[in-house]
């Protein structure tokens, strides 16, 4: 029999110039990572859309208001041997709303050619190299790296 896979949304939020806002998430032992740099989110509630999720999650840790989402992908993710679905989503940083660390012991933007050494979940280095790719192709203004 399988069981039911729990559901995490996560947010990438991105400056024009291709820098990531990171959260460092606590050094707790208890929790999943900890002391891991990572893109905020969370778990989603029940009966909650994995869109909604990451609209919560997002202003919950940042207290920043995310209005327009972009789907980048589903995958399992693993952390320590739980295994869970991972949804991502992305959005543009408008510039104007402050950002603060409500969860955590940290939220930083990180420029990409910094980013692997704050990540050490691989797969997150993949899909910030997917977001800033198309946000060169869709983005008037965008300069990566500037």
Known sequence: MSRVLDSISAVFLIKKG?????????NNPAIHRPGYWVVPGGHCKPGESNLECARREFLEETLYNCNHLHYIDTIVDNADGYQYWLHMYWEL???????????GQEL???????????LKIDFLLTY??????????ET???????
């Not at 291709?18 to 606590?26: E, F, K, P, V």
């Not at 940083?93 to 969860?103: F, G, H």
């Open 18 to 26: 291709g820098a990531l806002l990171l959260q460092l998430r606590d």
């Open 93 to 103: 940083y408008d510039e104007k709303q402050q950002i603060k660390c409500m969860e």
């Open 108 to 118: 930083i933007f990180v420029n990409r050619a910094d980013g692997v050494a704050y």
């Open 128 to 137: 910030w190299d997917r977001v800033i790719k198309l946000l060169e192709k």
């Open 140 to 146: 008037i203004g965008f300069i990566p790296g500037g």
